[in-house]
């Protein structure tokens, strides 16, 4: 064997094993065999001394590669010994006799050997370094990228806070087919975004491609409007109006859910099922409900002219706006002709809205009744267009004891159920008949859905608006908000009523009243037109 040290005498050195004496000689630095500038350190286990008779001075690596292989010996550079070997003076111990590797492993060695000098004399270590460098900074620039690459205004926030919003909670999750993110980026850097009102704009438009009439924007007016409908009280004609839906699809207006019992609109004539062509000389034709609503409200005492189709026949009719009252409930009771003072009495509850009082309002309704011993219910939901979904839920636990109230879904099924186990129930047992129109819609519809599937009450009437979406309401930090149709949802039968409505059980006389007063006579009387005897409307 032979060692290589960093010194420049040439010592002998003999190692005795447990059965062999093995003598090695010592060489200095200078009396390698590469003497020459472009000589480079090579791996001790793989460095083979050159045969006696070369005498070429030095060679170059791929000199030593080829005369390796004539002699059967090979080599390999390795430069990460370099910095050892000149700073520690480290011993390095070769065998000469490695020619006795097998033949397979020499050949896979010696391509190994070849290509990696191959490459390292023809491409420097700064090319590689540079690629790398370069794959680098494309790579950071490609995550870069994602983000806007601009300084963001107070008025690029405020649309990113409207496109995380429906980003977060809109039912669709392909964003009716579209990009999403992609949508964003472009926007940034397309759309004007300077004012206050481009920005709204921008908004809008971004709403626009999910095309969905019921997830809009709402300017700081707007939106206060639109609680305010939740509320009380609020100033306009009284009218409840919604798109066309079912065989009303192709009317050029907006359709009349529901008016509010003695409005203007309501002693006008107006009905659920009219067709509103123009506000003010503005067609409705491509008007959004929300923009209706602000045209239909403004201040008390002052005038609106609107355009109506009833049927076949066009009216035009001028309505002085005045404070509505928003009590969504009235009752009744309605003492039937037999029986003398003990004949049955049937409690009547007229629902016109679901404000923030309508459970409240029902409660108290429902154990006034009971003190006048009435033992029969009648709920009428006839022209009730909604209103808050919270209010639709705990108005069904009122009369269910146990059982499933509505299915919350989103695209990939139920997300959620809303139930109940009877601690909020207040009349469970007494017999409960329902009256439903097309002028009954959202959260009537999923209490009627409710009551009918739980088998809890019969329903009377004609099929229902189909408004099985629901949107929920988010304020933005200027004041304005979005709302955003964030699921639909089933009755406890599993039955999706979008566009279809619930399905009433029995159909009304067609000249059954809507008012509390006539509704009584229609019970009490058997020779009126629209008389319903007490056992078909509360047989099951």
Sequence with gaps: MEAVVGSSPSPSLTITRRNSTIAFKVLSWNSLYSRSNNSRLYHPILRLKRSGNDNSGSCSPLCYIEQMFSNRTFSQPIWRHSKIFIDKQSLLVVQSGLTSLPRKFKTSLHKTVKHSEIFKCIVPDIFVRSCIGLMLVMAVNGAVVRAPSFALTEENLLFLEAWRTIDRAY????????????????????????????????????????????????????????????????????????????????????????????????????????????????????????????????????????????GYETSQLSLIRERVSLN????????????????????????????????????????????????????????????????????????????????????????????????????????????VNKGTASASEILAGALKDNKRAQLFGEPTYGKGKIQSVFQLSDGSGLAVTVARYETPAHNDIDKVGVIPDHPLPASFPKDDLSFCNCIQNPAATCHIDRVELFSK
């Design 328 to 435: 969504p409930v009235k009752s009744r009771i309605c003492k039937l002709p037999t029986g003398g003072d003990h004949a049955p009495q049937i409690g009547y509850i007229k629902l016109s809205s679901f404000n923030q009082n309508a459970s409240g309002a029902v409660r108290e309704a429902i154990e006034a009744l009971r003190k006048s011993n009435v033992n029969a219910f009648v709920l009428d939901l006839r022209d009730n267009s909604g209103g808050l979904f919270p209010e639709g839920v705990e108005m069904a636990k009122i009369w269910l004891d146990k059982g499933v109230i509505v299915y919350i879904c989103d695209s990939r099924g139920v997300r959620d159920i809303f139930d109940t186990d009877g601690s909020n129930v207040v009349a469970a047992s007494e017999p409960l008949a329902v009256l």
């Design 171 to 310: 039912i669709d999750k392909t964003f009716n087919g579209q990009s999403w993110f992609r949508y964003r980026e472009d926007a940034l850097r397309n759309e004007p975004m300077n004012t206050r009102q481009e920005t709204y704009a921008a908004i809008k438009k971004m709403i626009a491609t999910l095309d969905d009439p019921f997830t809009r924007f709402l300017e700081p007016e707007k939106f206060k409007s639109l609680r305010s409908g939740t509320q009380s009280a609020l100033t306009g004609v009284g009218l409840s109006i919604g798109y066309p839906a079912g065989k009303n699809n192709s009317a050029p207006g907006l359709v009349v859910i529901s008016t509010s019992p003695g409005g203007p609109a309501n002693r006008a004539g107006i009905s659920s099922g009219d067709i509103i062509l123009q506000i003010d000389n503005t067609s409705t034709e491509n008007m959004g409900i929300y923009d209706a609503a602000e045209r239909l409200q403004g201040p008390e005492g002052s005038g609106v002219e609107l355009t109506v189709l009833h």
